[in-house]
């Protein structure tokens, strides 16, 4: 019988990754996969925080149609730079390079990432990036829209510049980032594992790096275009030089639509881990939720011009984009179902990181499926750039991958921590942010019904009291947030010790110690049991 | 094993590790291209005439002297990397300078091409005599993409001289071979790009 | 069809249904957003249940069942479900290709946006900011562009929505719509007074548009055309009588089947009469010399549109083949 591999590197250490060094420098420059997942953590966090804040804003400019506290200038930057903050400083890094950091070498058996050092400089040009995103508020601010569509961008009054060179650099940081991944999971999987044996959530890290690193690059050529078209005066999307506006869209939509499944991907690899954990109970079919995930990053790259229905595309382009998204829909709803049939026959325990799961089951089939009626032609010719795309795509981005990301927290807090939070607490949590986001973006879906545009300073009459009803919503959407945020720094200061397992789980990151040693592992690892080995009786 | 690699499991690991990030990183840069050579396309069927015209009026003799230095030095690297596999580090070493000096002319001559459109009149952005004199439609689009798509592959091509460069002075061993081939396949990969650039700007 | 009842409507935050595609709109929308309720609602419901009845109690049992979907029944219920999304997106394709077609004869509107307004010149030459006239019943086209940046024409009572683009004419078919006054928004992002961009479709009905009609004071935009096409020396190579000149003649031009010297033959509309006066050398009529100059940046906006409105009045003029008027 052959010895159980031992992961390459794996120390007799078996002190705490926290522990190993405490002085700022040795987090400063740590190549600890671990330690980087948090810096990342805390960044993105904050980035959160701060385009929240925008959104309080917007909201309470909407409490009256006139103006209400800023002025159409300010607005109108608020809500670009809301966009810009939200998707490429926190949605897009957030659960990869937070999570995904922390787990994958967990999950695959190793003891870190392919490069390291690598790793730790794409925290740092994450860093770089988002300063310049930030001081670019301090130059004046974008007033665009986070879609900077041309010739508006070439022509507004705002500095363009140093916004575009932030978000430029914070895509090099993704790139670098997800060529990490793609070769730690190729070539760095513990001996015995294959690839149909790798927990769900590395697959999802994996789809997500591959569409990063094919996508992101065509954002940095439009945004560079969009950069010299402004402050140089190249006119490359000016109709009086030759320029066609409408190409800047394909090429903008061509990234930024598998964007939106780098967003939404990783979420999806949480709820495939929190539901067997919490279901005591195998996937109802691992296969579909692996095919399902490479489906949707293959075809989600066929679809941008369901962006661009009204924009002047020809009929036969509008009519292909709108099948292809039909398609892509399908992977979502085998997912979903997926996701469904675990929970037959399992034996379920109402933990917090399930309960956020249940949100997302309600929030995301329903913003999924208002995702399928926009992209009906004729019903999206109404609804395009209204207030029912503004719901349908914060149900998901917020609905599905932010509570996604609260049921992450909750999960891998006591792996990352050691410790429990507090229950009760963080039911209150988990009861206000579901609440609270059902009242701020549910009447959008009617608002937008009405024909309210977005990116609207004003109000038109008679849709105030929609607007209104909005507001409140994320007044306690934002109390929820501030519950969450009390449990986490409560638990992480007080929270009871938690053991190496205190789910039962069965998947990798769970066999070894909670907080994990600097090299994750200390012995060898048995990959026969496999991470959702939920028929065998004891966890190993 | 050093201490920064021993979470690979042997050097073959590493090796391996190291090939498929320049893969990756290519298959990136690949799209980076595909992006500008999108507009490059989309544009030329929307103005053929523009630029046909731009094409004709372009210093093709310079481009097209430009296609055989990197042909050139694609070749010289890829002879330096078999130089080193066969053991012959004195060779491999003055090829791949050879190969950085090829970069250095690339952009020498880029640079004078650029001064020769500035002294027509060419500026991007459709300013400049040239389009006074030649109010042909499209035409701007022309030369800022031509300005847009070489200026792209310059950074490259300067980056490449930086990486040629480094390699040359610090040449792997036996052991590290893997580390020369990430730095030819990306030189390989630039001259592929501008095999590209040159029949859309130069030539018909 | 379904009919939405106003009930419904008024649920969903709907405007009035002032055209039939409107209707036929809110029909296909009714099915989907039924089918989308539905939908959750049955995810929501089997994920209660399911909790319920396999809730861990206290005497847990150490392992559960492996149970794995059958291969079939995964791939039926997945093509079910894609064949009903598929079966939106047809109806859906339908309904959007039908606002893009509009019949013979239909009334014409020349819009124009421009950073912060909306300017209609109507085929009888007069223009109007803000507010577009039409008569009740009768479906009418608009021939749309903007003067600077991308703006959106958007009818919510009509359900119909276009982007305008600086240097392009884009056409939108609007079907008969019942009187009444009908905002109009402005749906893409340009600038500080975005939501200032505000509009009004007003439908009058035949008595109140023939009033409206009778107020006429311009010769017609077709006149303005003439002016147009005189003054930039079109004229001299471009007949309007048929006579075959350096240029085609602008009789029956309109709407014909165009051969060109590369040998494709193309239709003479909007997209190709003004990609013509910019880029003549480009779309070549056959039989002709390469020798018109190109109009690039000399016209605006209106004058183009009454150049298209004059080649328009011509269209049912017979070429008199050669013979001297």
Redesign the interface.
């Known amino acids: 019988m052959t010895a159980l591999p031992i992961p ?2 794996a120390a007799h250490d078996e002190r705490s990754f926290w522990t190993t060094a405490t002085t700022i420098k040795s987090w400063l420059v740590t ?1 600890d996969h671990k330690r980087i997942g948090i810096l990342y953590f805390v960044a993105t966090t904050s980035m959160l925080f701060l385009g929240g804040i925008f959104a309080i804003i917007i909201r309470l400019e909407h409490l009256t149609p006139g103006p209400t506290i800023v002025s ?2 300010t607005y ?1 930057r608020l809500f670009t730079l809301h966009g810009v903050i939200m998707v490429w400083l926190y949605m897009i890094p957030s659960i990869p390079a937070g999570f995904g950091n922390f787990l994958v070498p967990l999950q695959i058996g ?8 690598l790793n730790l400089a794409s925290f740092y040009v994450y860093v770089i990036g988002a300063a310049v995103v930030i001081g670019s508020l301090f130059a004046g601010g974008v ?3 986070w879609t900077f ?4 961008s070439a ?2 009054p705002a500095t363009v510049l140093p916004t575009l060179i932030g978000i430029f650099i914070v895509g090099c940081s993704t ?1 670098l980032g ?3 991944f ?2 730690t999971i ?3 999987r513990l001996r015995g594992l294959g690839w149909m044996r790798m927990p769900l959530f590395t697959w999802t890290i994996y789809a997500t790096s591959i569409i990063q ?6 954002l ?3 945004l ?2 969009i950069g ?1 078209d402004h402050t ?5 999307f000016d ?9 800047f869209q ?2 903008f939509w ?1 990234y930024s639509h598998p964007a939106v499944y780098i967003m939404i991907l990783p979420a999806m690899g949480v709820v495939s881990e929190v539901i067997p954990t919490f ?4 996937p ?3 296969r ?1 939720i692996v095919y399902s995930t490479l489906g949707i990053a293959f075809v989600g790259f066929l679809t941008w011009g369901h962006h661009m ?4 595309i020809s ?1 036969f382009d ?2 292909a984009f ?2 292809l998204s ?2 892509v ?2 992977f979502s ?2 997912k ?3 996701w ?2 675990t ?8 933990a917090v990181p399930l309960l956020y799961v ?1 949100s997302f ?2 929030l995301f ?2 913003g999924g ?2 995702g ?2 926009v ?8 609804w ?3 207030y029912f795309v503004v719901a349908h795509f914060h149900f998901i981005m917020v609905g599905a991958t932010f509570t996604a990301f609260l049921s992450a927290i909750h999960y891998w807090f006591p792996k990352v921590t050691g410790r429990l939070y507090a229950r009760k607490p963080a039911l209150v949590g988990w009861a206000l942010v579901t609440l609270g986001f059902l009242v701020t973006f549910t009447p959008q ?3 937008g ?3 309210m ?8 009459v008679g849709f105030s009291v ?1 607007h209104v009803i909005s507001t409140m919503g994320s007044w306690l959407l934002t109390l929820g947030m501030f519950v969450v945020l009390g449990v986490i720094v409560h638990g992480v200061a007080r929270g009871a010790k938690a053991g190496p397992n205190p789910w039962h789980s069965r998947s990798f990151e769970w066999r070894t110690a909670s907080p994990p040693p600097k090299r994750n592992f200390v012995g060898p690892i048995d990959f026969n049991i496999g991470a959702y080995a ?5 966890e190993p | 094993m050093s201490a920064d690699s021993d979470h690979f499991e042997s050097v073959a690991q590493r090796a391996q590790a190291v090939r498929l990030a320049l893969g990756v990183f290519l298959a990136s840069e690949t799209l980076l291209f595909t992006a500008i050579l999108a507009l490059v396309v989309g544009y030329r069927a929307t103005w053929p005439e523009a630029f046909a015209f731009g094409v004709h009026h372009n210093t093709k003799v310079l481009g097209s002297i430009n296609t055989v230095v990197l042909l050139t030095s694609s070749t010289s690297l890829a002879v330096a990397l078999e130089m080193l596999r066969t053991g012959r580090r004195r060779v491999a070493t003055a090829l791949t300078l050879f190969t950085a000096a090829c970069g250095v002319a690339f952009l020498a001559i880029k640079i004078t091409e650029y001064e020769h459109h500035f002294a027509e009149g060419i500026y991007p952005g459709g300013r400049g005599a040239f389009f006074v004199a030649h109010p042909i439609a499209g035409l701007p689009a022309f030369w800022t993409l031509y300005f847009l798509a070489t200026g792209f592959h310059g950074v490259h091509v300067l980056a490449g001289v930086g990486a040629v460069g480094y390699r040359a002075i610090r040449m792997p061993d036996a052991t590290e071979i893997h580390r020369f081939e990430a730095t030819a396949l990306y030189w390989h990969f630039v001259d592929l790009v501008w095999l590209f650039l040159w029949p859309l700007f130069y030539l018909a | 069809m379904i009919v939405l009842p106003d009930l419904a409507r008024h649920a969903l935050g709907l405007p009035v249904e002032a055209t039939p595609t409107a209707a036929s709109v809110d029909s296909l929308h009714a099915a989907v957003i039924t089918t989308t309720l539905v939908g959750t609602a049955c995810v929501a419901a089997v994920t209660f249940v399911f909790v319920l009845r396999y809730r861990r109690t206290r005497e847990a049992p150490a392992a559960t069942p492996r149970i794995v979907a059958s291969g079939f029944r995964e791939w039926l219920t997945a093509s079910a479900v894609l064949a009903l999304f598929v079966g939106f997106w047809a109806v859906g394709y339908v309904q959007y290709t039908s606002i893009e077609r509009p019949p013979s004869g239909t009334l014409v509107v020349y819009v124009t946006a421009k950073q912060w307004m909306w300017q209609f010149t109507y085929a009888d030459g007069r223009s109007s900011e803000d507010v577009l006239v039409v008569r009740a019943g009768t479906p009418f086209e608009l021939v749309m562009t903007s003067r600077d940046v991308i703006h959106s024409f958007f009818v919510p009572s009509f359900r119909i929505k276009q982007d305008t683009i600086p240097g392009r004419w884009v056409t939108l078919y609007v079907d008969a719509a019942a009187p009444g006054s009908y905002p109009i928004y402005c749906a893409e992002f340009c600038g500080v007074a975005h939501s200032h961009m505000l509009g009004e479709v007003r439908v009058l009905d035949e008595a109140d548009y023939a009033v409206w009609e009778r107020e006429a004071t311009h010769d017609g935009y077709a006149a303005r055309g003439r002016e147009v096409a005189a003054s930039h020396g079109c004229l001299s190579c471009h007949a309007l009588d048929g006579q075959k000149r350096a240029g085609p003649s602008f009789a029956g031009l309109y709407g014909s089947r165009v051969p060109l010297d590369d040998g494709r033959v193309v239709i003479a509309d909007e997209a190709y009469l003004t990609h013509s006066i910019v880029d003549p050398l480009a779309d070549r009529v056959a039989g002709y010399p390469a020798m018109m100059p190109s109009y690039h940046g000399q016209l605006s906006a209106e004058e183009t549109g009454a150049l298209l409105e004059l080649i328009r009045s011509l269209r049912d003029t017979l070429p008199t083949q050669g013979r001297v008027p």
């Open positions: 390459p590197g190549t159409a200038e109108n190793a003891t870190e990432v392919a490069f390291p050092r007033d665009t829209g569509y041309a010739p508006y022509r507004t790139i997800g060529i990490n793609i070769v190729h070539t760095m690193i094919l996508a992101t690059p065509v940095g050529i439009a560079t275009v010299l140089f005066d190249w006119g490359l109709p009086a030089r030759g320029g066609d506006p409408v190409l394909h090429l061509f279901a005591h109970k195998n109802y079919s691992y579909a229905f009204v924009a002047g009929r509008a009519a709108g099948l039909m398609l829909a399908i709803a085998i979903v179902f997926t469904v049939g929970l037959f026959r399992g034996s379920i325990e109402l249940f089951f309600f089939t329903f499926m208002t399928v009626a992209a009906t032609m004729s019903l999206d010719v109404h395009h750039d209204t879906f009617l608002l019904n009405g024909g545009p977005r990116r609207y300073y004003d109000d038109p929609l939920y028929d065998v009786a004891d």
